[in-house]
Structures are given as structure tokens and as C-alpha cells.
């Protein structure tokens, strides 16, 4: 996923629109991480002179990254069922991931002060405003992507749609980390620095911690 999208986001800015957005659609067919649509198209977007002549190309970048993962589904006979599986990964539930571990803990809270909140309502609540977050940063991202460069934008916004969505995976975090490497200066080193240290010990269980369903 991580390939195609690099590699779509370079056929754009060497002035191949029609490529950039087949291999950014190819890449949302593999994984399609919450925002990628966006991500795309800013990469595919950015390159006018100001925030307002590239948003106003995002419509129609849409539209032809709708049309190119229209045609796979059909040509693949998987039609659109493949769609139904996107939620997959929210069905994990982990304190690694805000989202879901500020729901736990509320839930967790809420039922030791004798209150009868449903885990799964607050998670949804949680996770939602999560996203919401992310894609409102990734809006902000997007109008000053001219002034910080598009790659740091679109690695930014990555990197916030992991860290704030559902579930996160220590892989999911080289979505952002690809495309922030070749501008990693400063701040933005030293995160690339940090998460990469860090994201290999995601997820590792306790020795002897079970694995698997109690057993009765």
C-alpha cells in the first residue's frame, strides 16, 4: 500500500495526474487507512500556487479515484463486498490507540461509580471524535501543504489518522514515517526517531501472558 501511494504521489508531482491517481486508488484498494482518500489527493492537488486553486482539484480527483476502484471491483468479480471488511479493524480493542483506551477507561470509570454505560456506545463516540480530529488537522494540513512541503503534510496527516484512530498497529505507523523520512529535520527527526524505537514493542505480550480464550 505504502509503495503505491509513494509511488503515485511521484508520478504527480513529475506532472502525471492520470497515474498519480490509478496508483493512489490501487493503493486505498489494499488498505484503505481512514483519510487516505484525502491523503491522495493532496498529494495530487498540491501543486497550485495557493491552498484555493488546489482544493478546488479535488473534486474531480475524487471522482476519477471513485471511477478507477469502481472498475477493479468489477473487473476483480469481487464487486463492492470488499467494503464491508474496511471496519475490520475497529472490532481490536487495545489501550495502545487514545480512541480507544480514553473509551475503556471512561467506560471502566462509569461503571465503578455504579453507571450503566454501554462499552461499544462510548468507544464509538470516543474513536468517532477521534477521527474527527485527524481529519479536521489533515483539512488544516491540507491548505498550508504549500507552505511545509506536500510529503510533510501528507505524512503528518497519516501519522494523526493512526494515532487517533481505532486500533493502532506498530506497522500501520511506517504509513506516515515513509513519506516524512526525506524531509526529517528538527522536530519532525526526532519523531521519526522516537516512533521508530518505540513501535517495534507495540502490541508484544507479557511472557507466559496468555494468548488465547481462558481455559474453563
Known amino acids: 500500500m ?17 497515474w498519480g491517481v490509478i496508483l493512489c486508488a490501487l493503493a486505498a484498494a489494499i488498505k484503505v487507512p481512514p483519510g487516505s482518500g484525502r491523503l491522495c489527493r493532496v ?8 491552498p484555493a486553486p488546489a482544493a478546488a482539484t479535488v473534486g474531480h480527483r475524487r471522482a476519477d479515484r471513485g471511477a478507477v476502484l469502481g472498475a477493479l471491483s468489477m473487473v476483480s468479480g469481487l464487486g463492492w463486498g470488499w467494503v464491508a471488511n474496511l471496519a475490520t479493524p475497529g472490532t ?23 453507571l450503566n454505560l454501554s462499552l461499544g456506545g462510548v468507544l464509538s463516540v470516543t474513536r468517532v471524535l477521534g477521527l474527527a480530529a485527524a481529519a479536521a488537522a489533515a483539512v488544516y494540513l491540507l491548505l498550508v501543504s504549500d507552505r511545509i512541503g506536500t510529503l510533510k503534510a501528507l505524512g503528518l496527516s497519516l501519522l494523526l489518522f493512526v494515532v487517533l484512530g481505532p486500533v493502532v498497529q506498530p506497522w500501520y505507523l511506517t504509513w506516515g514515517l515513509i513519506l516524512l523520512a526525506p524531509t526529517a529535520t528538527g522536530k519532525i527527526r526526532n519523531l521519526i526517531i522516537v516512533l521508530s524505537i518505540v513501535s517495534p514493542f507495540i502490541g508484544l505480550r507479557r511472557q507466559g501472558a496468555p494468548v488465547g480464550p481462558h481455559p474453563r
Open 2 to 18: 505504502v509503495g503505491l501511494l509513494v509511488a503515485g504521489i511521484t508520478a504527480a508531482k513529475l506532472k502525471h495526474p492520470v
Open 43 to 50: 498529494g495530487l492537488a498540491g501543486h497550485g500556487p495557493a
Open 92 to 114: 481490536v480493542r487495545s489501550w495502545v490507540a487514545p480512541a480507544t483506551g480514553v473509551g475503556m477507561a471512561i467506560s471502566g470509570l462509569a461503571h465503578a461509580f455504579g
